[in-house]
Protein backbone atom coordinates (compact mmCIF):
# COMPACT_ATOMS: atom_id res chain seq x y z
CA UNK A 1 0.00 0.00 0.00
CA UNK A 2 1.02 3.53 -0.72
CA UNK A 3 0.17 6.65 0.81
CA UNK A 4 0.04 10.15 -0.16
CA UNK A 5 -0.57 13.09 1.53
CA UNK A 6 -0.59 16.45 -0.10
CA UNK A 7 0.59 19.98 1.02
CA UNK A 8 1.21 23.77 0.51
CA UNK A 9 -3.04 24.57 -1.40
CA UNK A 10 -3.90 28.23 -1.09
CA UNK A 11 -5.48 30.94 -2.32
CA UNK A 12 -3.50 33.38 -4.21
CA UNK A 13 -4.54 36.29 -6.76
CA UNK A 14 -4.44 35.96 -10.67
CA UNK A 15 -0.85 36.25 -11.81
CA UNK A 16 0.59 34.55 -8.11
CA UNK A 17 2.43 31.19 -7.30
CA UNK A 18 2.05 28.48 -5.39
CA UNK A 19 4.21 25.13 -4.53
CA UNK A 20 2.57 22.14 -3.87
CA UNK A 21 3.78 18.94 -2.20
CA UNK A 22 3.15 15.26 -2.22
CA UNK A 23 5.12 12.95 0.46
CA UNK A 24 4.87 9.20 -0.12
CA UNK A 25 5.24 6.20 2.27
CA UNK A 26 4.61 2.88 2.32
CA UNK A 27 5.35 0.80 -0.80
CA UNK A 28 6.79 3.75 -2.79
CA UNK A 29 9.61 1.53 -4.82
CA UNK A 30 6.74 0.47 -6.81
CA UNK A 31 5.29 3.55 -8.05
CA UNK A 32 7.59 4.93 -10.87
CA UNK A 33 4.58 7.30 -12.05
CA UNK A 34 3.49 9.90 -9.92
CA UNK A 35 0.68 12.50 -11.08
CA UNK A 36 -1.21 16.01 -10.07
CA UNK A 37 -4.82 15.66 -10.99
CA UNK A 38 -7.17 18.36 -10.05
CA UNK A 39 -11.09 18.80 -10.23
CA UNK A 40 -13.05 22.02 -10.41
CA UNK A 41 -16.59 22.70 -9.30
CA UNK A 42 -19.18 20.71 -11.78
CA UNK A 43 -16.19 19.12 -14.08
CA UNK A 44 -14.38 16.06 -13.92
CA UNK A 45 -10.82 15.33 -12.46
CA UNK A 46 -8.50 16.31 -15.14
CA UNK A 47 -4.40 15.64 -15.66
CA UNK A 48 -2.29 18.17 -14.84
CA UNK A 49 1.17 17.19 -15.12
CA UNK A 50 2.60 13.40 -14.75
CA UNK A 51 6.67 12.34 -14.03
CA UNK A 52 8.33 8.99 -14.49
CA UNK A 53 10.97 7.37 -12.57
CA UNK A 54 13.16 7.92 -15.52
CA UNK A 55 12.08 11.76 -15.61
CA UNK A 56 9.87 11.67 -18.58
CA UNK A 57 7.33 14.77 -17.62
CA UNK A 58 3.94 15.34 -19.11
CA UNK A 59 1.62 18.62 -18.84
CA UNK A 60 -1.83 19.49 -19.76
CA UNK A 61 -1.79 22.14 -22.75
CA UNK A 62 -3.36 24.42 -19.73
CA UNK A 63 -0.92 24.88 -17.73
CA UNK A 64 2.16 24.12 -20.40
CA UNK A 65 4.96 26.44 -19.15
CA UNK A 66 3.11 27.64 -16.12
CA UNK A 67 3.56 24.44 -13.60
CA UNK A 68 6.59 22.28 -13.36
CA UNK A 69 6.29 19.09 -11.61
CA UNK A 70 9.57 17.76 -9.89
CA UNK A 71 11.04 15.36 -7.52
CA UNK A 72 13.02 15.35 -4.88
CA UNK A 73 13.78 11.19 -4.71
CA UNK A 74 15.45 11.31 -1.42
CA UNK A 75 11.90 12.91 0.35
CA UNK A 76 9.72 10.88 -1.66
CA UNK A 77 7.96 14.04 -2.44
CA UNK A 78 6.57 14.95 -5.67
CA UNK A 79 6.01 18.85 -6.56
CA UNK A 80 4.04 21.10 -8.28
CA UNK A 81 5.62 24.59 -9.12
CA UNK A 82 2.76 26.82 -9.92
CA UNK A 83 2.86 30.04 -11.17
CA UNK A 84 1.16 32.69 -13.50
CA UNK A 85 -2.35 31.41 -11.72
CA UNK A 86 -5.27 32.04 -13.40
CA UNK A 87 -8.73 31.79 -12.05
CA UNK A 88 -9.24 28.76 -13.82
CA UNK A 89 -6.85 26.80 -12.16
CA UNK A 90 -9.30 26.68 -9.15
CA UNK A 91 -9.54 23.23 -8.11
CA UNK A 92 -9.35 20.77 -5.45
CA UNK A 93 -5.71 18.84 -6.36
CA UNK A 94 -4.87 15.40 -6.01
CA UNK A 95 -1.46 13.91 -6.07
CA UNK A 96 -1.62 10.26 -7.74
CA UNK A 97 0.53 7.30 -7.89
CA UNK A 98 0.77 4.42 -10.17
CA UNK A 99 2.43 1.20 -10.21
CA UNK A 100 1.92 0.04 -14.18
CA UNK A 101 1.73 1.63 -17.22
CA UNK A 102 -0.89 3.88 -17.99
CA UNK A 103 -2.53 6.92 -19.79
CA UNK A 104 -0.90 10.29 -17.71
CA UNK A 105 -3.63 12.08 -18.13
CA UNK A 106 -6.80 9.40 -16.86
CA UNK A 107 -7.36 8.86 -13.04
CA UNK A 108 -8.12 5.99 -13.57
CA UNK A 109 -4.93 5.02 -14.10
CA UNK A 110 -3.88 6.04 -10.65
CA UNK A 111 -4.84 3.19 -7.95
CA UNK A 112 -3.05 5.91 -5.22
CA UNK A 113 -4.78 9.17 -4.40
CA UNK A 114 -4.06 11.63 -1.31
CA UNK A 115 -7.01 13.38 -0.04
CA UNK A 116 -6.55 16.66 -1.86
CA UNK A 117 -5.12 20.60 -1.55
CA UNK A 118 -7.13 23.33 -2.37
CA UNK A 119 -6.15 25.96 -4.56
CA UNK A 120 -8.59 28.94 -5.00
CA UNK A 121 -7.08 31.91 -7.59
CA UNK A 122 -9.18 35.31 -7.52
CA UNK A 123 -9.61 37.94 -10.33
Known amino acids: QVQLVESGGGSVQAGGSLRLSCTASGDTDNIPYMGWFRQAPGKEREGVASITSLGLLYYADSVQGRFTISQDGAKRTTYLQMTNLKPDDTAIYYC?????????????????RGQGTQVTVSS
Open 96 to 112: SAAADGYNWARPADFPY
